[in-house]
């Protein structure tokens, strides 16, 4: 720097005298830009937390002129944003103020805000008319559309996109979207998938784009850091956003010279940032000691310490105060002001002019001043001291916009109310009538709803609200909770209700009213079904009066009740809600979804279509109503609910629904779609990936499976346990699968299904005696059990005990007498029971089901075979083969049948080729069986030496007894073909039919295994 540009000495100390104290805080702040980012040493988040008046916000400043002095780019957020794009547009702002513009993001934002405008613009679109139902009440009724769904308890159905039910101002801009009218035009209005995507999930789209410019930015500069005031207000719609950025990596990352700086008047959140505790600078500040309240006087010209004592005794070291009354410059001690005196008489000593202090006083009321609302609280012959007033020292300014410093307005406020509680109502009321005027002066250039939707007239609805609280708080509060539970649930955006939930809490407060800040503090407090249970609850006692405002409240209370299989209880409330209000459609929607979980599925549609009738754009009885239908099978009638209710509302629990018809239909790469669109909306949604887990175990991709079980598994869904072991068994890992169903059991023991799939992965292990106990013991829960049957009757028919065999095959059969399955098992085991009319027939009943069936086909194949109808075995073999030219029993049969028909010489080459496919493919039999068909082959092709290698071979895998009974057969069917060595056959038969008595039940092995 050259010298003409260095400051002065003088220079330099009067910018350090600008601020006192807090100098272990600026130390801290100030170190840590001497520590490279790499350094464990070096932090990357700071929190300044203190109360009200304790110098956060001066002390942010300081610590930003900090930061530039490190030549960090800077930027600073506080409550005024109320949105996550927003705090982006903000920075953005700010960089490119400062020569870095985030040029891509920008490009992006204006499309996103373009295609914003365009949405809001189809929203605001008039519907067609609908003819008002017979006796229905004059007036417009609320559409109950996905805004309520945001609220109304359906987490457990996924009915928020990418947050949970009460979500509040998470993601407010995302959920703000979800206007009806709005969600059922932007396919059609936008030009894009990608488009509407941006506009229901900006933060999706906008947030990668920002994070990769401001990392462009970033490597351009030493430093970047954020700062974030008031973070009390601005948290809620913060905080998941910006742990995902700065440490989870969702949407990408923050560069490591980036540092973050909040500064609010609590601890942050624990649920959100409890798992990065360690990463956080707390920097707490309390009031000034008296050194530091000193320093701050002398540095503003006090030096009288008298004057100082009394300023320490009156404001106990709280730095606003200090501040404040040093700015005055008091020269004695009566200057400051009586010590028994108001606060208020403190902050205005030194304004003289009663007119001036009236107005101060007067202004204090708004929660914030404009102009027009300056002029509204002290009267337009007074409207031109609006400049005089933005200069005082606890006077903010910033986007045209001013407010008092908290601590100021409060005692300002408390000071009106109580010296002239006439007074105080009178100036509420006034107030309250202006907000309500510029209210109608926009309702007269909009239609229908549409005031919904314009945010100016959501700001003054919320300003009158706060206003009439203050000025009659009892009164307005009923009012208010009227229109809450008929009106804001059903048109407001979630964020909307956020700030009016807020703006309760702070009415009650300012008017000293208990009952109105407990209300706003307990609609606030909402996380779980049970709290919107207990509000509607509550909010009955409170508009008892009015019978529309009753029936809606017990329509909530039993649509959330429904949803939490309170069935009885949401019965109830249906049932009173219609008897004040027939055409209650939340009423509708919760006895509707009371008859579907009780199965009782023709009066569920009869709600649900009457709930359609009357409100066609509310998702939920249409999604519901969809369920319904895919329930009953109809299937198409389904589709057409849930494409409807999806466009309104887009839903992990309609498109996951939505995909579990997709794969009711077989069309599975839909359903795959859909379960992927699932995850993207909600993407910690246990149940999603258990169902899409199903979808993949049809499609026989195992690995994708296990994958989406272990992921379900993760997220607390217990029952994704089946899933795992059957994909573990599916990919041959059958001890991961024993032991992943020994850890699930040792809690679960009577979960029939993975005690099954754990026998049966006992039975691929050979271990019989264990896999019979398993499929036992699910039968025993499960008489009915079908797969359990089959695979116990499979398990009796490996150790030869044929008999108990053929009962769980009729027992199956008879729980399920129309699977092809079941009927194909016990078709093949009649026919090695020698009962070959009773196997045809049930072949036979199975191919007529399902005429694709491998085991049928092969099985029948033998049947005729060995009645010696070769041209009709010659027909299921080659059906067969069609299906899979690669199945080892099929090219086995086809080479006996070729046997039979033209010698073992004609048969040579089939033989052969069975060899060779059973080279390539032998992993589709077990061990026992890939040694035990070349006995056949080689005997069939000559080669005696080789078939009693494989003989002795076989004997040293210690079979099972179905495996020595299956060559015995074949060696006995090989013997009648054309060209057998009876000689050999016999020699080879004889120790086999030893050693499969040794293995039949009562044997020396027999049961053994």
């Known amino acids: 720097m050259a010298a003409a540009q260095r400051p002065t000495i003088r220079e330099l100390i009067r910018q350090r005298r600008r601020f006192v104290g807090r100098r272990q805080e600026m130390a801290a702040f100030r170190e840590n830009f001497t520590v490279p980012p790499e350094d464990a040493a070096h932090h990357f988040l700071f929190h300044v937390r203190g109360d009200a008046g304790v110098g956060k916000t001066t002390l942010l400043r300081q610590l930003e002129n900090t930061a530039r002095e490190h030549r960090a780019l800077t930027a600073s957020v506080d409550e005024s944003v109320h949105s996550v794009p927003e705090v982006m547009a903000a920075i953005s702002a700010q960089f490119a103020q400062a020569g870095h513009p985030l040029k891509s993001f920008d490009k992006l934002l204006a499309t996103y805000r373009q295609r914003r405008h365009e949405a809001d613009a189809a929203a605001q679109q008039p519907a067609a008319p609908q003819p008002p139902p017979e006796g229905a009440a004059g007036g417009p009724q609320p559409s109950a559309s996905s805004a309520f769904a945001v609220r109304a308890g359906l987490a457990g159905l996924g009915m928020v996109p990418g947050v949970g039910a009460f979500a509040g101002v998470a993601e407010p801009d995302r959920i703000a979207q979800a206007a009806d009218r709005a969600r059922a035009k932007l396919s059609a209005r936008l030009r894009s998938h990608d488009d509407v995507d941006l506009v229901i999930s900006p933060l999706d789209a906008l947030t990668p784009a920002f994070l990769k410019d401001v990392g462009e930015v970033a490597a351009s500069v030493p430093w970047m850091v954020w700062f974030f005031d008031t973070y009390e207000r601005t948290g809620p719609l913060l905080d998941l956003w910006l742990r995902d950025v700065m440490f989870e990596g969702r949407y990408g990352s923050l560069p490591a010279n980036a540092v973050v700086t909040l500064a609010g008047q609590g601890m942050l959140a624990p649920r959100c940032w409890a798992d990065y505790a360690d990463l956080v600078v707390d920097l707490p500040l309390v009031p000034f000691t008296e050194a530091e309240a000193r320093q701050l006087l002398t540095a503003k010209g006090v030096d009288d310490e008298q004057v100082i004592e009394v300023v320490l005794r009156l404001t106990g070291g709280l730095p606003v105060l200090v501040s404040m009354l040093a700015e005055a410059r008091p020269t004695t001690p009566e200057a400051v002001g009586d010590p028994s005196g108001t606060a208020v008489e403190r902050f205005l000593k030194w304004v003289s002019d009663e007119t001036h202090r009236s107005v101060a006083l007067a202004a204090a009321l708004p929660r914030r001043l404009d102009e027009d609302v300056f002029a509204a609280a002290v009267g ?51 107030l309250a009538d202006a907000f309500a005027r510029w209210q109608r002066q926009i309702e007269e250039t909009l239609e229908g709803d549409e005031k919904w939707e314009h945010e100016r007239w959501l700001d003054y609805r919320l300003e009158e609200a706060y206003h009439r609280l203050c000025a009659t708080p009892e009164e307005t509060l009923r009012e208010e909770l009227r229109a809450y539970v008929c009106a804001y649930i059903d048109h407001a955006s979630a964020s909307w209700e956020h700030r009016w939930r807020q703006m309760l809490v702070e009415a009650g407060r300012d008017s000293g009213s208990g009952s109105v800040a407990a209300w706003g503090d307990r609609l606030l407090a909402e996380s779980t079904r049970s709290d919107l249970v207990d509000n509607a609850t509550r909010l009955l006692d409170e508009v008892g009066s009015d019978e529309r405002a009753v029936a809606m409240a017990l329509g909530l209370r039993g649509m959330v009740r429904a949803d939490m299989n309170e069935l009885e209880g949401a019965l109830a409330d249906a049932e009173r809600a219609l008897e004040l209000d027939a055409d209650c459609v939340r009423a509708l929607a919760a006895r509707g979804s009371v ?49 409807r209710s999806f466009d309104l509302h887009e839903s992990a629990w309609t498109v996951g629904t939505r995909a579990q018809v997709h794969h009711a239909m077989e069309d599975y790469e839909k359903a795959l779609a859909d379960f992927g669109r699932a995850v993207e909306i909600t993407p910690e949604w246990s149940w999603i990936y258990a169902e899409r887990a199903r979808t993949y175990r049809f499609l026989g991709r195992d690995e994708e499976a296990l994958a989406d079980c272990e992921r379900a598994l993760e997220l607390g869904a217990d029952y994704a346990a089946f899933g ?46 264990e896999a019979l106990a398993d499929f036992g013991r699910a039968i025993e829960i499960e008489p009915s059990y079908v797969f359990a049957l089959v695979r116990r009757g499979q398990t009796h028919e490996h150790i030869g005990l044929l008999g108990e065999a053929l009962a769980d095959f009729d027992a199956a059969a008879s729980a399920s007498p129309d699977d092809a399955w079941v009927l194909a098992n016990r ?28 085991l049928a086909l092969e099985s029948r194949a033998r049947c005729h075979l060995l009645a010696g109808r070769y041209a009709e075995a010659a027909t299921d073999i080659e059906r067969a083969a069609a299906l899979d030219d690669h199945d080892l029993d099929v090219a086995f049969a086809h080479a006996m049948l070729v046997s039979h028909t033209a010698g073992l010489d004609g048969a040579r080459e089939r033989w052969t080729a069975f060899e060779a496919l059973l080279e390539e493919h032998g992993d589709q039999w077990d061990p026992q069986a890939g040694v035990a068909a070349p006995i056949i082959s080689r005997s069939a092709l000559g080669d005696g030496a080789g078939a009693e290698r494989l003989m002795a071979e ?19 069917d090989l013997a009648l073909c054309p060209g057998a060595d009876p000689a050999l056959l016999a020699a080879l038969r004889a120790p086999l039919a030893e050693l499969r008595a040794g293995l039949a039940p009562g044997g020396p092995d027999g049961g053994s295994r």
């Open 380 to 430: 337009d012959e007074r409207a031109e001291l609006y400049g005089w007033l933005r200069s005082l020292p606890f006077v903010g300014d910033g986007s045209g916009r001013c407010r008092y410093h908290q601590v100021v307005r409060t005692a300002m406020l408390r000071l009106q109310r109580k010296q002239s509680p006439q007074a105080w109502r009178a100036r509420h009321l006034r």
């Open 595 to 643: 008859h579907l979980d009780r199965e009782l599925y023709e009066q569920a549609l009869e709600s649900f279509d009457r709930a359609v009738a009357l409100d066609p754009d509310f998702p939920w009885p249409l999604a519901r109503r969809g369920e319904t239908y895919r329930l009953l099978g109809r299937y198409e009638e389904s589709l057409t609910d849930l494409n």
């Open 724 to 769: 795992r072991v059957h994909a573990l068994r599916n990919l041959d890992r059958y001890e991961e699968a024993i032991d992943a169903a020994d850890r699930y059991l040792a809690s679960h023991p009577e979960d029939q299904g993975v005690l099954a799939e754990r026998g049966e992965a006992y039975r691929m292990t050979d271990r019989f005696q």
């Open 827 to 854: 078709g093949a085991l009649r026919l090695r029971l020698g009962d070959d009319e009773a196997a045809l027939a049930d072949l036979d009943r199975a191919l007529g089901l399902g005429p694709d069936g491998l």
């Open 954 to 972: 076989l004997t040293a895998t210690r079979p099972y007894w179905q495996i020595v009974d299956d060559v015995i057969r074949a060696l006995d």
